[in-house]
């Protein structure tokens, strides 16, 4: 599992230090207050393990794997409404998701989805997210990565999202 840092950069959950946890932030867009949604970078406190099965996805150009019963962040690129999917409804079906970075300016990209495989058993490690938060997930390591948006409860969460909240 992949985390955006106040740096802009990709950090790897899986290489978690054993024993001390530095300082490490990751990036959520809280949209508690649905008419003013909005990226902060929340402090590493809890940290959810877990097995779980996963979906292996192409999102462009980009491979990532998240655990199936999560929910993904697809629109349309010509009206600009974005809702969440579960992970399991994309096989087969023409989704495109909206890749931006919330550090990275007004930019913004519509990338297909396609999904490539299942898993049956995966350790996962997560940062432990509130109800209203999503998950800003790089799609790839370095700096100003292009990050895609994923949550698993949805709670707390409006039906619609616009492509202008991401601003």
């Known amino acids: 599992m992949k985390i955006l840092t106040p740096e802009n950069h990709c950090y ?6 054993e024993n001390e946890i530095e300082d490490i932030r990751y990036c959520v867009m809280d949209v508690t207050d649905k008419t003013d949604p909005d990226f902060f970078f929340i402090p590493l406190v809890f940290i ?8 292996s996805l192409n999102i462009g150009q980009h491979q990532i794997e998240m655990p199936i019963d999560w ?16 992970l399991t409804s994309i096989n087969e079906r023409p989704f495109e998701t909206i890749l931006t970075n919330p550090l990275g300016g007004f930019t913004m990209s519509w990338e297909p989805i396609k999904v490539n495989n299942v898993f ?3 350790k996962w490690f997560f940062p432990k997210l509130k109800y ?19 949550v698993k409860d949805l709670n707390r969460i409006p039906d619609v999202l616009h492509s202008y909240d991401f601003f």
């Open 120 to 122: 049956a058993d995966v």
């Open 132 to 150: 209203g938060h999503i998950l800003t997930v790089p799609l790839e390591h370095g700096t100003k990565p292009k990050c895609a948006y994923f």
């Open 48 to 55: 959810e393990t877990f097995n779980a099965p996963s979906i």
């Open 71 to 86: 929910n993904i962040l697809i629109g349309d690129r010509d009206i600009g409404e974005l809702e969440f999917v579960p």
């Open 12 to 17: 790897e959950m899986n290489s978690l230090p």
